[in-house]
């Protein structure tokens, strides 16, 4: 069964202090992962597409990659402004359907 | 380049009664997709469109949902009648051959069923 599975649920940081989000997901065939940020009463905001194992990409303070079985997003000494969720998603394997995680809520305090 | 707009950002109704929203697409983006977020949860497919055709409805309620894209460009998704469950974030995407997948969200409009 397809699945995305992203951890931890929530994430706590002091600014500057770096860390990384996963997302794990199982699909046959996959073709591209997608990270989005999503702000409260706002729609999910797109970040990057990874399409193949130790692709990586940046933006800011942010670093996505992506192996063949999950996905890291990376942040560098963070800000209080990149307190969101992010979330990632897949299609799923017979279709083009996006299936989406539970997301990451990530909370960085000054 | 504008955005996806949707109306209304809010709605408060009650259980029975019908309820309708709307979205505009980035322009030129042919495929528009409406999803069903709740508190807490990744944004789940209900419909998505190829210009005017719905390509993909599976995950729609067709008892109580319909939407329709008429002229491909700006859609409607209507419930009728409203349960309570029904509370939610209702989002619309849209997307181009270009976009390498890439979904572009709109605000959402959050509707609440009393």
């Known amino acids: 069964e397809d699945q995305v599975t992203q951890s931890p649920e929530a994430l706590r940081l002091q600014e500057g202090e770096s860390s990384s989000l996963n997302c794990s997901y199982t699909v046959s065939g996959l073709r591209g992962l997608f990270w989005y940020r999503q702000d409260p009463g706002k729609g999910p905001e797109f970040l990057f597409t990874l399409y193949s194992a130790g692709e990586e990409k940046e933006k800011e303070r942010l670093k996505a990659t992506l192996t063949k079985k999950e996905s890291f997003l990376h942040i560098t000494a963070p800000k209080p402004e990149d307190s969101a969720t992010y979330l990632c998603a897949v299609p799923a394997s017979n279709t083009d359907k996006l299936i989406f995680g539970t997301g990451t809520r990530l909370q960085v305090f000054p | 380049e504008a955005g996806v707009v949707q109306s209304p950002r809010y709605k408060i109704i009650e259980k029975k009664q019908p309820v309708a929203f709307w979205c505009n697409p980035i322009?030129?983006?042919?495929?528009l997709y409406w999803y069903l977020q709740n508190l807490g949860q990744g944004p789940e497919l209900l419909i998505r469109?190829?210009?005017?055709?719905?390509?993909?409805d599976s995950q729609l309620p067709k008892d109580r949902f319909s939407a329709e894209r008429l002229k491909g460009v700006d859609s409607t998704l209507k419930i009728q009648p409203a349960e309570l469950g029904d509370s939610a974030v209702y989002l619309c995407?849209?997307?181009?051959?270009?976009?390498?997948?890439?979904?572009?969200f709109g605000p959402g409009t959050r509707l609440t069923v009393l």
């Open positions: 995407a849209s997307s181009s051959r270009t976009s390498g997948g890439a979904l572009f």
């Open positions: 322009s030129g983006h042919n495929t």
């Open positions: 469109y190829e210009n005017e055709e719905a390509v993909d």
